[in-house]
Every structure is written in structure tokens, then in C-alpha cells.
């Protein structure tokens, strides 16, 4: 570990500049300074122990994170249901709109805490060595752990609603796979721009609650107008919520390429976007990420 | 008696080659609009110009220079958490920087979580963190306080605790910015003794400080940063004397014929020794040389005793009154000794010198300059004396305590 010291009085004098010595170039703070291995243990314990802190902070711990989707889910079940009967035409709507509402809850929340995680933990980003991506990446993994938690309870409901278990149901990893690819691009872009645009805060929590709605979470695809459909597909959480109710919930739901008319134009779209997005985030984050301790 | 120029023969573990830092301060807030106003402008900074300097194996090198002289950029460059415009920075070996004590401490985590987190973020593996831990709670002694979060813990126990995951790092090169500055007394001199052993153990450590005392005391070669501008590189001494001369001048900088240089300052103890500690209640005795590079008139020095956060407590000085218009000519050296009664709570302080060459004219050659650091040591504590320290200087006073029992 330590490099070799000759002892004092030690004959062999290297020359002061010798090239050959293991000095390595520093060049500064990076999205990924120190390599893979250390961006991962420092996401894992920053996750862990942010997860840890909300659920054995609070007396009834664990128990908020399910009742708080679950109170969401029982207030639009009602409106959705008893008010504008939305709900009666879909399979297993009650489920569907809890399953919706646990993932889109995952993409909210995770983005609005990205959004300044950086300047929360000023701290460490102005004051230790630090791979910057750690700290939205970290977010996004102490939310994935309440997801994960709450995706039990979703199942559970979705057993006693009479959701019979199908083999696509293997497939949903891959589905929530590009979720979370998308939401950590999503919150690199956010908390990135942040420190130095403090107006993105405001912006992305108006974007937020309108992408909640143009997402299709509280309502099926086929029950939006056909040009409103087409519109909808260009939001790339569309064809991951699409593909999560196909594969868990309702087989017989609309294939994105049903949605999409045949145009595989339309297909392509939300792919092209969200590779855009992930671009766009590496981009930005490896950009801002060496100067981002001067502008907290 | 450590041998510096055999530590110059070592491998260089940090080589830094002209290296130029700049910061644009923004003038207005950072809302978009304003930013976008300000793309271009901004008031610029430049923080660093063109510094180069070898680090050693094995060396303690200190980097001095008074407040906004770049010195810490230059630490923040080093632990690569800032980013230079040009220049290199090469390294050997690991490095961990302590900016601050106790940085990236959650105080809703426990001890035990802190440690961990800690280590992994000085570049540890989490294992290797976690197998620390024994030794870093027995140097704090905080064995029982493991399961403890931080949030419970005295200020005095989170510092112990900070202080014992930077002694435990255990990195081949240190980096410190005043760290020293905190804690009391014996936590200072826990310091010194830990940097002493790392000394002796052959370890690296670049030191940024403002402290004369520390950096004659510790440092193999010291270099001087003044806006930015390497200064001097080299034997501490004659870093800490060009530092008193820094202070010379405009407070914002340095005239290029100063009219006087600070020879020597420090403080003696009751033995007439340099030193840097008092026993509460025992003298301060300030001693100043000052070489006049121009004709003194009227000459009047000035002490100001500064407490934490700047705040003046006291000051003492005098004009010269004698009746020779012409006491110092060009080339001789004012001599200054002066002592104070010290009424001091235990704590550090700063001695602030002012020095004026010509008072009726208003020629002031030194203004207000930190010139010495101290600390007050609490002394035994005697019967009948005040129940507490409260405040910044304790006095001697007498309270009667009697009992008025004929009350109807």
C-alpha cells in the first residue's frame, strides 16, 4: 500500500524529478472519481443508511412508507371508481391504479430528492474527495429499497384481487430495469443543473405533477382520446407502465404496438427519447460534475 | 534533531507544476436570469498563479499565508475537490484530505455507521473501514458510545470521534487545514502528539495554517502563498519571518518598499522562554522587533488580544514620548516588549499588532496583523474562587454570603 521509503541515510538518492516514480496526473473531481469499486460501496452505504434513517427514525418506521401510497391509492380509488366510474370497464383497475401509483411514486420521489441532493450534502461534495455521481445515484437506490418494499405489498393485493400469477411476470425486472435506468438519468440531469440554476427546483416539481398525468397512471392508454394516445407516447414512462400492466397485471391489455397504430414510428420514439435522456444526463453530469463544488 | 535535507533526497510523493486556479464570483444570485445576465462576467477571482512545489516522502510541509491567499484552493486542488484551469498535479501513493474535522459525519447515524461511512469515503474498503473500528473508538474513547447516534453526543465526544477516524485513516499523505484551530487545550496537544508519531513513522503531511508556532514547530520546508502568489519555498523560519512582513502595509497589499519588517515576535512564558501557552492568570508578554527601513518620528505600537471569531477583547500600547524627535533612524530595529495583566478564560487567541511610524502623520506600517497565536490554559481551580468561566475574561472579585433571618 505505502510506497517504497528508503531509510534516512539510506544511500540510493533518487533525482527529485525522476518521471519514473508512481506519481499518478490528479485532475480533479469526477462524476466516477476513484473508480467503479468505490462509486459502489459509497452508493450502497450512502443508500443503506439513508434507508435505515427514515424507517427506524420515525416510531411507526416502515409502516409510512406503505401507508402513504396506500392512502393515495384508496382516495383516487374512490374518486375513480364511485365519481367518474373510470374504473368499472378496466380489469382490475383497483390494483392497476395501486401498481401505477407505487411506480410512479419511485420516479417522483427519487427526482424530487435528486433534485438537491447535491447542495444537501454540500459537506462531502466541498469538502472530501468524492465521486459526484454517488449522491443522485444513491437517492435513486434508497428509493429502488422502498420500492422494493412496497412492490410486496402491491403483489400481495394483486393475489387477493384475483390476479392470477403468469409467467410474464419474470419479465417485469427487465420493465423496472429501464425505470430506474431512466429515473437515475432523469435525476442526474436535475440535481446537475441545480447548484447552479436554483429555479430547476421549482420547474422540475410543476414538470413532475404534469408528467404524473401524462403518464398513464390513473387511467388505461385506450381510454385517452386517439391523438392524445399518440402524444403520450412520446413520454417514455408511457411504454414502461404500458409494458408493467401487460406483463403483470392484465395480458389481454393493449400491445405498445396496438397503442401505437401499426407506426413504428411511434414505437421508436420513446426509445429514442429516453436514450436521449440517459445521453443527455451523462453528458451534463460528467460536465458539471468537476466544477460543481464552486457553485454551492 | 530531524535532518531536512536528507528528507529532500526522498522521492517526490506530490509534484504540482504551475498551478493556476481562478473563481468567478458571481454578483447577483443564482436565479437563471440572473445567471444569464452574468454569463460572461462576474467579478474573477484568481485564487492561484502559477505555484509549483515537490512534496517529499516522509516531509511536513506547510503552506501559510493569510486568509484569501489561495491557500486552502491549493488544499482543495490537492484532494481533488477542486479543479485546476492549468497546471499538474501528480501523486503518489493515497492521500486523504481533512478539510474540516468531522466532515461527512450524519448525526442521525450512529457511531459505529459514522466510522464505516468514514473510511469508505477516505478510501478505505467497507470491510477495511469497519475492522478499524476497535482501534478508533479506543483512541476517542468512546468504547461505550458505539450504538450511540451522533446527534447524541457532546460536542467534546464528536470531536474525539473525528479526531480518531483522522488519525486512523491511515493514508501515506495527509492533507490538514486547521484542524488544529479546534477543541481545547489538551486536544491540541493530542494533536501535536499524533502528528509527532506520524512524523517519526515516516508519514506525509502538507499542513495549511495560519500559525506560525505550528509550522516552526512541525514543518521540514513551508511555503508562502499572498494572493495567490507562491511567495517563498522553503526553511520554515524564514517563511513565518516574510509572513510577519506580508502583514506590513495596506491590508490589501503589500507595498513593494516596505518602510519596516517584523525581525521577531513571541511571547514568553514566567522563564522568559518562547512559548505558546499561558497558564491562566500568568503575564502576557509580548515581545516585537520590528527593523526600520525608514526613519521612525513618533513611533506607537499597539496589541490587540483577539479572541475566537475575531473578537477583540482587550488592547494596550503606547506612543513614544521621549523627547527625541528622531528615535529610530533607517536600518536600526525598535525594540518592543510589553506585558499584560491576563484576565483570559482559557481558549486561543490572537495577538493583532499595530505599528505606526510616524503617529501625528498618520503613517501606519502595520495594521492590525495577527502576529502570534495563543492559548490560556485553565489553571487548578483554588477554593473560593468564581463558580464558572463565563465570558471572555475572568476578574477578581469578592462575594459575601450572608443570612438576613429578622424578616418579618
Same mark, same amino acid.
Given at each position: ?122 459537506? =462531502? ?123 403483470? =397485471? ?8 396496438? =397503442? ?12 429514442? =427519447? ?23 | ?408
Amino acid at each position: 500500500m505505502s510506497n517504497p521509503v528508503p531509510t534516512l541515510g539510506d544511500t540510493e538518492v533518487e533525482p527529485t524529478d525522476a518521471p519514473g516514480s508512481a506519481l499518478r496526473e490528479v485532475t480533479g473531481p469526477s462524476a466516477l472519481g476513484g473508480g467503479w469499486r468505490r462509486v459502489a460501496d459509497l452508493t450502497w452505504i450512502i443508500a443503506i443508511t439513508e434507508f435505515k434513517r427514515t424507517y427506524f427514525g420515525t416510531t411507526l418506521g416502515y409502516l409510512w412508507s406503505i401507508l402513504r401510497p396506500l392512502s393515495l391509492f384508496a382516495v383516487l380509488l374512490v374518486v375513480f371508481t364511485q365519481v367518474f366510474r373510470l374504473g368499472t370497464a378496466v380489469p382490475h383497475y383497483a390494483v392497476l391504479l395501486l401498481f401505477n401509483i407505487v411506480l410512479m411514486g419511485f420516479f417522483q420521489e427519487s427526482t424530487a430528492t435528486a433534485v438537491t441532493s447535491i447542495v444537501t450534502q454540500e459537506g =462531502i461534495v466541498r469538502k472530501t474527495q468524492f465521486p459526484r455521481l454517488v449522491i443522485p445515484v444513491a437517492v435513486v437506490v434508497t428509493a429502488l429499497m422502498n420500492l422494493g418494499l412496497n412492490l410486496i405489498v402491491v403483489f400481495v393485493f394483486l393475489l387477493a384481487f384475483g390476479v392470477t400469477p403468469m409467467a410474464t411476470w419474470l419479465l417485469f425486472p427487465f420493465d423496472l430495469f429501464a425505470l430506474f435506468v431512466l429515473t437515475t438519468a432523469v435525476s442526474m440531469i436535475v440535481s446537475s443543473l441545480y447548484p447552479r440554476f436554483r429555479d430547476v427546483g421549482i420547474i422540475w416539481s410543476v414538470f413532475s405533477l404534469a408528467l404524473f398525468y401524462a403518464t398513464p397512471v390513473l387511467y388505461p392508454i385506450e381510454k385517452a382520446p386517439e391523438t392524445f394516445q399518440k402524444i403520450l407516447m412520446l413520454n417514455p414512462l408511457t411504454p414502461i407502465f404500458e409494458l408493467a400492466r401487460e406483463w403483470v =397485471i392484465d395480458s389481454n391489455a393493449p400491445s405498445l404496438s396496438t =397503442i401505437a397504430g401499426g407506426s413504428t414510428l411511434l414505437l421508436l420514439a420513446p426509445a429514442a =427519447i429516453f436514450a436521449a435522456i440517459c445521453l443527455l444526463g451523462v453528458w451534463l453530469f460528467r460536465r458539471e460534475a468537476p466544477r460543481i463544488a464552486e457553485e454551492l | 534533531m530531524r535532518d531536512r535535507s536528507a528528507i529532500q533526497s526522498r522521492p517526490v510523493v506530490i509534484e504540482v507544476r504551475d498551478l493556476h486556479k481562478h473563481f468567478r464570483v458571481p454578483e447577483r444570485g443564482s436565479g437563471l436570469l440572473g445567471r444569464a445576465r452574468h454569463a460572461g462576467g462576474g467579478r474573477e477571482l484568481r485564487a492561484l498563479r502559477g505555484v509549483s512545489f515537490d512534496v517529499h516522502d516522509g516531509e511536513f510541509f506547510g503552506i501559510v499565508g493569510r486568509n484569501g491567499s489561495g491557500k486552502s484552493t491549493l488544499l482543495k486542488l490537492l484532494a481533488s475537490i477542486y479543479r485546476a484551469d492549468s497546471g499538474s498535479i501528480r501523486i503518489a501513493g493515497r492521500l486523504a484530505p481533512f478539510i474540516e474535522l468531522g466532515v461527512g459525519f450524519n448525526v442521525d447515524l450512529t457511531a459505529r455507521e459514522n466510522v464505516t461511512l468514514n473510511g469508505v469515503l477516505n478510501g478505505l474498503g467497507r470491510r477495511e473501514s469497519a475492522r478499524n473500528l476497535d482501534a478508533i473508538l479506543d483512541f476517542g474513547e468512546l468504547r461505550e458510545f458505539v450504538d450511540l447516534k451522533l446527534k447524541n453526543y457532546s460536542s467534546g465526544m464528536l470531536v474525539r470521534l473525528a479526531f480518531a477516524t483522522m488519525v486512523h485513516a491511515d493514508a501515506d499523505i495527509m492533507l490538514v487545514d486547521e484542524v488544529l484551530a479546534v477543541g481545547d487545550a489538551q486536544f491540541g496537544q493530542k494533536c501535536m502528539d499524533v502528528f509527532r508519531a506520524r512524523r517519526d513513522a515516516g508519514k506525509t503531511l502538507v499542513l495549511v495554517t495560519h500559525d506560525m508556532a505550528t509550522v516552526q514547530t512541525f514543518c521540514d520546508r513551508a511555503m508562502l502563498l499572498h494572493n495567490g502568489d507562491q511567495r517563498y519555498l522553503g526553511d520554515p523560519e524564514e517563511a513565518a519571518v516574510r509572513y510577519y512582513r506580508l502583514n506590513f502595509g495596506k491590508s490589501d497589499e503589500i507595498a513593494d518598499e516596505p518602510t519596516a519588517v517584523v525581525v521577531d515576535a513571541w511571547l514568553a512564558d514566567e522563564r522568559g522562554e518562547r512559548t505558546d501557552t499561558l497558564v491562566e492568570r500568568t503575564p502576557i508578554d509580548v515581545h516585537l522587533t520590528v527593523e526600520a527601513l525608514e526613519d521612525f518620528v513618533r513611533p506607537s505600537v499597539g496589541f490587540d488580544v483577539v479572541g475566537l471569531d475575531r473578537i477583540p477583547v482587550f488592547g494596550f500600547g503606547r506612543t513614544w514620548d521621549d523627547d527625541d524627535p528622531n528615535p529610530v533612524a533607517a536600518g536600526e530595529r525598535l525594540v518592543v516588549s510589553a506585558t499584560a495583566e491576563n484576565p483570559l478564560v482559557p481558549g486561543r487567541y490572537t495577538v493583532d499588532a499595530t505599528v505606526a511610524r510616524d503617529r501625528g502623520r498618520g503613517a501606519t506600517v502595520l495594521r492590525a496583523a495577527p502576529l502570534l497565536q495563543f492559548e490560556v490554559l485553565a489553571a487548578p481551580r483554588t477554593s473560593g474562587r468564581a463558580l464558572d468561566d463565563v465570558g471572555m475574561v475572568s476578574v477578581a472579585a469578592d462575594l459575601q454570603l450572608s443570612v438576613d433571618s429578622e424578616v418579618a
